[in-house]
């Protein structure tokens, strides 16, 4: 049904742009207004992923160009990271592994670590992903709050300062879409609010950090640690994150799963597929 054209193909050919009606894409690739004007005969751009925040969305209203994304399907994946991350971070998990390979163990005991356990635990974004994230913190009896601009009808409380309430808590979980609204709304202050014995665990966007607010935090003891899926470039290159000992790091796998994966592909297509059958998309945000 579909004939596929990849981006070497084009720019071999740039006469094919006349022909390309809809364009498959990750979350994090950028589909800016200079592409989609290259591309006359464009209806549709379908996301293989939740986050649209790369693609110029007021752009492609503008041009009637249909924006859709693949919404729950990966919310369970990226909510298992979250407290994995979590988990990894408190317990000094990528350190007690390398402790036993290395045969450290031989000469001392690893060091202590921190229980989940009655630790206050902040969302920042309780959207479904954030929502899956609750559910599977709630065993671990954890105190739940949140972070937003609307009161839910949620049993946990809310706040609509960040800064109020990464003073409350222990762990900070982003789990907030990207965008301008969101750019670094954790930054210095926020980080300062947490203290010396909070951490942050980020599944959203690199853009949510501040990260020179971050690394300058980890590094002089404002905040106790970090474990980042996300970052502000990606793949993270030369950064003090990747030789400090109270980070975990994780290279952009939220949703990286066999499952997951195939459930996402097979929603872009069908996206695609009703599109150009019947004029609607499947899951649409623009």
Not at 13 to 37: F, K
Not at 109 to 121: E, N
Not at 242 to 247: E, L
Not at 251 to 262: K, L, M
């Amino acid at each position: 049904m579909f004939t596929l054209i990849d981006e070497q193909a084009l720019q071999k050919d740039p006469a094919q742009a006349a022909s390309i009606g809809g364009i498959v894409t990750r979350s994090n690739y950028r589909i800016p207004a200079e592409l989609m004007d290259r591309l006359p005969q464009l209806r549709i751009i379908t996301t293989n992923g939740v986050g649209y925040d790369g693609i110029a969305l007021d752009h492609a209203r503008q041009r009637n160009i249909v924006v859709t994304n693949t919404p729950d399907v990966l919310n369970k994946a990226v909510a298992e990271l979250a407290v994995g991350l979590l988990l990894a971070l408190l317990r000094n998990l990528p350190a007690a592994d390398s402790f036993v390979r290395t045969g450290a163990w031989v000469g001392s005991p690893f060091p202590l670590g921190a229980s989940l356990a009655g630790k206050k635990v902040g969302i920042v974004g309780l959207g479904r992903i954030g929502k899956e994230i609750v559910q599977r913190l709630v065993p671990f009896e954890v105190d739940i709050s949140y972070f937003g601009r609307v009161r839910q009808a949620v049993p946990w409380r809310h706040f609509d300062s960040l800064p109020a309430m990464a003073r409350h808590v222990d762990v900070l979980i982003l789990s907030c879409p990207g965008g301008a609204a969101t750019r670094h709304i954790v930054d210095a202050a926020v980080l300062q609010a947490l203290g010396p014995d909070g951490v942050v665990v980020n599944v959203a966007r690199g853009s949510v950090i501040n990260e020179a607010d971050l690394c300058d935090a980890l590094a002089n003891g404002i905040i106790q640690g970090a474990a980042l899926d996300v970052f502000d470039s990606e793949p993270l290159g030369e950064s003090s994150l990747r030789h400090m000992p109270n980070v975990v790091l994780a290279p952009h796998i939220g949703s990286a799963t066999h499952e997951t994966r195939r459930q996402m592909a097979e929603l872009a297509i069908r996206n695609l597929v009703s599109f150009f059958r019947t004029g609607r998309a499947v899951t649409p945000v623009a």
